[in-house]
C-alpha cells in the first residue's frame, strides 16, 4: 500500500525577517528543552536550551519562550539568513536512572528562508 | 574539537546481512544514546547506555537488534538479519550525564538500505 510519511509544517520567511518557530510539548513532568537544527544529510545540531525554572533564554540571534501553563515552547530566530533554512526540532526532557536526559522529540519544523 | 564520530556514513546491503553501525561519542561524555530516523517515524529512541551500561533499551524494535558499549569511548549497533524496514538514518548522540541538565550532541548519521 502506499506510505504516508509525517508531514512536516513548513515556514516560509524573506531574509532578514524574524522566524518563530512554535512547539507544543506533551509531558507536564518535563523539566529540560532543546532546540535542535537540522541541516539535510547532517544530524541535529544543538541550537539552545531552557529550564522549566526560567521562562526566557537568549542566544545569538536566538531566543527561546517557555510557557508552562500551556506546554509551549517557541524558537525565535531575529534577522534570519539563508543559513537557517533547516528543519528545527524542540525536545522535551526528564531525568533518568543514572544520571542524564531521554529528550523525546517533535515532528520538527522545516524553515525556508526566501531572497 | 571532534564531535560524535558514527561510521560508514552510508552503507548498502542485502536483506538478511548482518549490520554493524559505530559510534565514537565525544571524550569524557558518559552518556551515548542510538537513534533512527525515518520519514514515517521521525526521530526515535532506540536505546541509551550511561557509563557503558545498557539503562533503557526498550525503543529496540525486535531482537535483530542489539546494542553493545565495551568501553567509553565506543559502541556498536548491530541488526542480524537485516531487512527492508530497517532502511534508516541511525543517529549517535552523547551528553555529559551526571551535571545536570546536558544536552545531546549527535553525530552526522549512518544511512543505511536495506535492499
Known amino acids: 500500500g502506499e506510505s504516508v510519511g509525517l508531514h512536516l509544517p513548513t515556514l516560509s520567511v524573506q531574509e532578514g525577517d524574524n522566524s518563530i518557530i512554535n512547539c507544543a510539548y506533551s509531558?507536564?513532568?518535563?523539566?529540560?528543552f532543546i532546540w535542535y537544527k537540522q541541516e539535510s544529510g547532517k544530524g541535529p545540531q544543538f541550537i539552545i536550551d531552557?529550564?522549566?525554572?526560567?521562562d526566557k533564554r537568549q542566544g545569538q540571534r536566538v531566543t527561546v519562550l517557555l510557557n508552562k501553563t500551556v506546554k509551549h515552547l517557541s524558537l525565535q530566530i531575529a534577522a534570519t539568513q539563508p543559513g537557517d533554512s533547516a528543519v528545527y526540532f524542540c525536545?522535551?526532557?526528564?531525568?533518568?536512572?543514572?544520571?542524564?536526559?531521554?529528550?523525546?522529540f517533535g515532528t520538527g519544523t522545516q524553515l525556508k528562508v526566501e531572497l | 574539537d571532534a564531535g560524535v564520530i558514527q561510521s560508514p556514513r552510508h552503507e548498502v546491503t542485502e536483506m538478511g546481512q548482518e549490520v554493524t553501525l559505530r559510534c565514537k561519542p565525544i571524550?569524557?561524555?558518559?552518556?551515548l544514546f542510538w537513534y533512527r530516523q525515518t520519514m514515517m517515524r521521525g526521530l526515535e529512541l532506540l536505546i541509551y547506555?550511561?557509563?557503558?551500561?545498557?539503562?533503557?533499551d526498550s525503543g529496540m524494535p525486535e531482537d535483530r537488534f542489539s546494542a553493545k558499549m565495551p568501553n567509553a569511548s565506543f559502541s556498536t549497533l548491530k541488526i542480524q538479519p537485516s531487512e527492508p524496514r530497517d532502511s534508516a538514518v541511525y543517529f549517535c548522540?552523547?551528553?555529559?550525564?551526571?551535571?545536570?541538565?546536558?544536552?545531546?550532541?549527535f553525530g552526522d548519521g549512518t544511512r543505511l538500505s536495506i535492499l
Open positions: 548522540a552523547s551528553s555529559l550525564a551526571m551535571v545536570g541538565d546536558q544536552p545531546q550532541h
Open positions: 509531558n507536564s513532568a518535563s523539566d529540560y
Open positions: 531552557i529550564r522549566s525554572n526560567m
Open positions: 525536545a522535551e526532557s526528564g531525568r533518568v536512572t543514572g544520571g542524564g536526559n531521554k529528550l523525546t
Open positions: 571524550s569524557g561524555h558518559n552518556s
Open positions: 547506555f550511561n557509563n557503558n551500561v545498557p539503562i533503557d
